[in-house]
Structures are given as C-alpha cells and as structure tokens.
C-alpha cells in the first residue's frame, strides 16, 4: 500500500469496493474450488490452534466494532464500522469452523465462539479492551489492520494450509479498507483542531502498550514456521508514515506487562474479555441448542 492510498477519501470508488464489505455475506465464496483436505505433513493440533488465535482476534474485534452501534459520532459511522465488523465476523467463522475440522474434534464456529471460557480464547490484548472514546478506536483498528494486512498478504502465499491461504487472500482486500478507513479518520482528527489532536494523540498513546503482542510468537507459530516478528519492522514503518503525516509523534510506550511471561496468546486477559464474553455469550447459553 502506498503513503496516498492510505488517504483516499471514503467517496473514492474502485473496482474492488464490491469485495470490501460483508465477507461471506452475498459474494463469492472465498473456498470456492478450494481442496479443503488437510496437508499431510501439518500437525492437525497446531493448526487448529493457529487457526483459532487468528479466528479469536477477528471475533474479538468485530465484537468491539459493533458495539459501536448507536454510539458512533454519525450515523455513517455506525453503518462503516457495524461492516467492518461483518468483514472481521466473516474472518472469524471459517477460521474457527477450520480449527474444528482439523483437530479431529468436529467442533463448531458455535463450539468455539458461544461455549469456550475466557481463558480458552487465544486472542491479542489489544482487541479485547474496551473500546474508550473513538480516538482509541480509530488507533486500535488501524495498528490491527495494518499488522494483520501484512500477515495475511504474508499467509496468502505462504500458509501450511490452503483453507487459511484462502481466507487470507480474501481478507486481505477488506484489511486494506479497514486500514484506509482507520488512517482517513487519524488525518482528520490529528490534523484538524488542537483538541481533535489531543484526543487522537492520547488514543494513539493508550494503544501502543497492546502493539507488541502482535509480534510476540507463539510457540505454535514457531512450529509452522510462521514467527509474526519479521512483520514487525515493516508494519511498524508503516504506522510511522502515517502517524506522521496526520502531524501525531508515534509513541514510545512500553509494552504491557505479561503475567508469569503470558499473554492473550497463552490465554491470560483482562477484565474486559471477561465482560465482553458474557455479553457474546448470554443467549447461547441461556437456550443451550436452540437455533434460529
């Protein structure tokens, strides 16, 4: 992505704007064609679990996103993020549908999403807080869909899996509207009034604790070959551009604090997911197999 494309207005069309919103939902089907057999040298465990860190974040998030819902400063607002949300959801349902057919379980996307505890979730810190004032939105979702853009380019080509190789191609292209939209409102609020900038500054600032985990490995990462830590570098240059180009300093922050050497990736969260889950949760496990 170039330093303008991160600007382009919301009003600008493309031929891709059909494939940016609502993954899954009225589209092409991103497995379509896709062998769906596992490969014979990839451990099923580790790629269920891989496919779940990846799926948790995405679930995560779209979460937060929708909440957003009636709160958001315009009702254009609402609407972009409740589809972005339905983008991240999208993510989320084949990959957690992926890590129930190759562990040998049969497990759900419902399994995963509605009958998991807390400390079962193998998602990033940084998706789980609580969503604070739109400024640290806006920096959320730009930090995530800068990293996980590179990662998913970075899958698509490279993935032990062609489920996940799938998913990656087709997420890539809402990724990069995710980050768009994210770096429009970060120009707007860093480079318009004096407390528009001191708002997406302290945003920016509240953030940067939750970055590092995204380049933190997993010892699972590591067996397939997948160290999130060469991203680091690029992705982080990445944000710098556009931080500076909305007159914003990157921060310097220090990385949150891990407990006993864990994170979200090993299943330690904070209280925010503990709330977050309860609300995901409630009316599958108030009418355990109802369906609708």
């Known amino acids: 992505m170039t ?22 939902t009225g589209f092409a089907d991103p497995l379509l064609g896709v062998d769906t057999a596992p490969a014979p040298d990839v451990d099923g465990a580790d790629l269920s679990l891989y496919c779940q860190l990846l799926g948790d974040d995405a679930l995560v998030l779209a979460q937060r996103l929708i909440e ?34 190759v ?11 509605y009958w998991r505890a807390e400390h079962e979730f193998r998602n ?8 604070g004032d739109f400024a ?18 970075r899958l698509a080509e490279a993935a032990p899996d062609a489920v996940v190789r799938a998913v990656a191609a087709r997420g890539v292209k809402e990724l990069a509207y995710h980050q768009e939209y994210a770096a429009a409102w970060l120009l707007r609020l860093g480079d318009g009034t004096a407390y ?6 302290a945003g920016l600032d509240a953030v940067w604790p939750l970055v590092d985990e ?12 997948l160290d999130p830590a060469g991203l680091r570098e690029p992705v982080e240059a990445e944000l710098a551009r556009a931080i500076e180009r909305a007159t914003l300093a990157v921060p310097t922050a220090r990385p949150l604090a891990r407990i006993g050497g864990r994170a979200g990736r090993e299943g330690v969260h904070g209280e925010a997911l503990g709330r977050l889950l309860a609300e995901l949760q409630v009316v599958a496990r108030e009418h355990p197999g109802a369906t609708w």
């Open 214 to 225: 995204l380049f933190t490995a997993h010892e699972v990462e590591l067996r397939l070959g």
């Open 103 to 113: 562990d040998g379980t049969g497990r759900t996307e419902d399994d995963f999403a």
């Open 68 to 101: 957003w819902t009636t709160h958001a400063p315009e009702l254009e607002e609402e609407v972009a993020l409740a589809n972005l949300a339905l983008d991240l959801l999208g993510q989320a349902r084949l990959l957690l549908t992926r890590a129930g057919q």
């Open 196 to 201: 528009s900038r001191e708002r997406m500054q």
């Open 136 to 153: 640290f939105s806006i920096a959320r979702l730009l930090v995530f869909a800068t990293a996980r853009g590179a990662l998913y380019r």
């Open 124 to 131: 990033v810190r940084l998706v789980e807080a609580e969503n």
């Open 3 to 24: 330093d303008d494309h991160v600007y382009l207005t919301l009003a600008e069309g493309d031929h891709e704007a059909e494939a940016r919103w609502a993954y899954g």
